[in-house]
């Protein structure tokens, strides 16, 4: 079973397109990271959050809460940007759970 | 500051040999975890450990054992290694997850294991 489901899989975007992450999830949380995989195997923790909305430079998080769904979204991609996107929950009980991650390659 | 460090980076086993992965933090954080990653799987949370001489299993305990015998390390052991065992290991700490803050993990390098 998956509790977190993400799409696309994989996504190949044009240099300065905007992207959308999607993450779905069918547990209770208590908060969703966002982490970045790079292609040399190094996870950094992009965002953590509750409720609304975040933004970071050109990277902005979202999710609600009653439809248990959150989105990624990439303004202005760059080639650098190209990682792969892995959502993860978290439940009380130090419980997470990760999805399989959105592979994505900015061409230039 | 280091951050998370990981030894080793690489590892090649045979069945049924024992190893010991080091997890080291140098932010004075509370909590640690060992993750696997798999191919086509997203990370699991194999055990971890909300301070100095606690631990607690994860999602995917099994074969595996931990210590956190200080706070600045948190050791991933395999008693008798299997190829099921052949995995991307990573571990992470954050600081108190205290009621109502959910804090972001920092994660080590990772440890490519490969059980023959």
């Known amino acids: 079973k998956n509790e977190v489901e993400q799409s696309p899989q994989n996504l190949t975007a044009q240099e300065g397109e905007f992207i959308t992450i999607n993450c779905s999830y069918s547990v209770g949380i208590s908060a969703l990271h966002w982490l970045q995989q790079h292609p040399g195997g190094g996870i950094v923790s992009l965002f953590m959050?509750?409720?609304g909305k975040k933004k970071h430079g050109r990277l902005i998080a979202t999710i609600n809460i009653q439809e248990k769904h959150s989105s990624l979204h990439i303004t202005a991609s760059h080639p650098r940007d190209s990682a792969v996107y892995i959502c993860a929950v978290h439940l009380t009980g130090n419980q997470f759970y990760f999805g399989t991650g959105t592979s994505l390659t900015v061409i230039p | 500051n280091a951050g998370v460090t990981q030894t080793p980076k690489f590892r090649v086993l045979k069945t049924g040999q024992s190893m010991t992965l080091l997890c080291a933090q140098d932010?004075?954080?509370?909590?640690m975890y060992w993750y696997r990653q798999d191919p086509g799987m997203g990370l699991r949370l194999i055990h971890y450990?909300?301070?100095?001489?606690?631990?607690a299993k994860g999602e995917v305990p099994d074969g595996y054992n931990v210590s956190r015998l200080k706070k600045q390390n948190f050791l991933l052991g395999l008693e008798s290694a299997a190829p099921s065992q052949t995995s991307v290991y990573f571990c992470a700490s954050s600081y108190q997850m205290g009621q109502g803050s959910y804090n972001e993990q920092f994660f080590g390098p990772g440890t490519r294991l490969t059980v023959l």
């Open positions: 450990s909300v301070g100095e001489g606690t631990t």
């Open positions: 959050l509750s409720s």
């Open positions: 932010m004075n954080h509370e909590y």
